[in-house]
Structure formats: C-alpha cells, structure tokens
C-alpha cells in the first residue's frame, strides 16, 4: 500500500510563493510517476503538474505553465511543487497522486492518473488578493 502525506498549504498573499512537499512511503518510489491536482468546493478535481518516475519529464496545465514547477527527490521519497506568482484563482485544495509508471511519456501517464492512482489527504492553499 502507498501512502501520500501533503504538507506546506497556508494561506498566502497574492504574488506570493509557496512550496509544497508530498512525502511518499513505498520502497520503490522509483517506479511511481508523481503529479498533483487540485479542488474547489463544488468543482472537480482538476490536473495541475505531472513528472515521470525518473525525474527528466514534466507537464502542465496552462493555467499553471511558467508560474509552478514540479520536482522530485528519489533519494527522500518526495515530490514537490514550487508555487510562484500565485493568484487568487490558485486558492484550492492541492492533492498529490503517485501511478506506477515508469514511462517517460507524459500523456500517456496522464491517462493512468485518471484510472490507477494514490492519492493523499490533501493540503489547503488559499491565496489572498
């Protein structure tokens, strides 16, 4: 069984920065593509940035692009994701996902996030204008 841990959502200033870890308990993380998603009251779940397993690829969403950066530090069994220039439209719950996949093809990992994933509890991140 894999188990996400989310930490770092707080309530920030708009323009602000924010980073968020997602601690991963599995003894292979290596064969886990990472993303993280996020959720509104009342909406769905919406993609936000996925990397693959070995670290070298990485893809957004275009409300996203330029502004947060996803990593991941194999030796810690952790993924982060680099939130800057944040808006008031980022306020969200942030969720972080783990599929097994060690393809390097983004889309492709895209889709197993919407059928095999883990997933964590969730961290707030509110962003004040």
């Known amino acids: 069984q894999v188990q996400l841990v989310e930490s770092g959502g707080r309530l920030v200033q708009a323009g602000g920065s924010l980073k968020l870890s997602c601690d991963v308990s599995?003894?292979?993380?290596?064969?886990?593509?990472m993303a993280w998603f996020r959720q509104i009251p009342g909406k769905e779940r919406e993609f936000v940035a996925v990397?693959?397993?070995?670290?070298?690829?990485?893809d957004y969403a275009e409300s996203v692009k330029g502004r947060f950066t996803i990593s991941r530090d194999n030796a810690e069994n952790t993924a982060y994701l680099q939130m800057n220039s944040l808006k008031s439209e980022d306020t969200a719950v942030y969720f972080c996902?783990?599929?097994?996949?060690?393809?390097?093809?983004?889309?492709?990992?895209?889709?197993?996030?919407?059928?095999?994933?883990?997933w964590g509890q969730g961290t707030q991140v509110t962003v004040s204008s």
């Open positions: 996902a783990a599929t097994f996949s060690v393809s390097e093809n983004t889309v492709a990992v895209r889709r197993l996030l919407q059928a095999r994933v883990y």
């Open positions: 599995t003894r292979t993380f290596t064969n886990y593509a």
């Open positions: 990397i693959t397993s070995s670290g070298r690829n990485t």
